[in-house]
């Protein structure tokens, strides 16, 4: 068994206020064993990061205290010119183990941020895939992520409200079509429309549904999956794939 988290954020008028209310909740969820937390996009106040060790040194220090794994989010960040929006991951000795770039920069962002070339697994407490908000829309990336062996599927988000009813359509069906559950962070505040949820399956007599979880307001919450539970539906589900055209 594993325990899977999300925190919601509300908009603070500095990156250190921001922070400093996310750690109070990463604590909080740390206390209840909670393994793994993610967190939305672009939650702070200036969501262009260039250094994640010096921004994220609170967040470091209650990993490595908790042994937990921290998905602070995703933000810009500039290399040698070029500009990803960038999901960092803190492993549960306070070290980072890797990042996940957009895939799918969305609409404005096309004209100045390099698309990611991979969807990647990371691997602590188990497998799991990191989906950047936009990157959810398209099929493809999380079926990737679960043929390469992600038992979860993490997505730091950003939707304003009149896209909160197609975003949580688009985690409902990846969550079915490939039989994993998905945890998706959202920001909340007079534009962001909150609504952070978790997606988990059951199956009755070879019928599979989601059960949703949703969050309201500056808030976390963690759930305990047994997620061997999912691998041989999973693999049915990648056999019964037809090659077609």
């Not at 770039?101 to 188990?126: L, M, W």
Request: glycine share 6%.
């Amino acid at each position: 068994m594993v325990k899977l988290g999300l925190i919601q954020t509300a908009t603070q008028t500095t990156n250190q206020k921001g922070i400093t209310r996310a750690a109070r909740i990463l604590r909080k969820l740390a206390k209840k064993n909670t393994d793994i937390v993610c967190l939305p996009e672009q939650w702070l106040k200036n969501n262009e990061i260039d250094d994640f060790g010096k921004e994220f040194s609170e967040f470091k220090k209650i990993a490595k205290e908790y042994s937990m794994t921290i998905i602070p989010g995703a933000f810009y960040t500039k290399i040698k010119s070029k500009t990803s929006i960038t999901s960092p991951i803190i492993g549960p000795k306070g070290e980072f183990v890797g990042t996940q770039e957009k895939i799918h920069p969305f609409d404005y962002e096309r004209g100045n941020v390099r698309p990611g070339k991979e969807a990647k697994i990371f691997s602590t407490v188990c497998k799991f895939g990191v989906i950047i908000c936009y990157d959810m829309v398209f099929p493809k990336v999380a079926n990737t992520l679960a043929k390469k062996g992600a038992q979860a599927l993490f997505s730091p988000s950003r939707i304003v409200k009149r896209g909160i009813e197609p975003w949580q359509m688009y985690v409902q069906v990846r969550s079915l079509e490939n039989r994993i559950p998905i945890l998706a962070a959202n920001v909340e505040n007079q534009r962001f429309g909150g609504s952070s949820l978790i997606v988990d399956l059951t199956e009755n007599n070879k019928v599979m549904t989601t059960k949703i979880t949703k969050l309201t307001g500056e808030s976390g919450i963690s759930k305990e999956f047994d997620l061997t539970k999912y691998e041989n539906s999973r693999k049915s589900r990648f056999t019964d794939s037809n090659k077609f055209q």
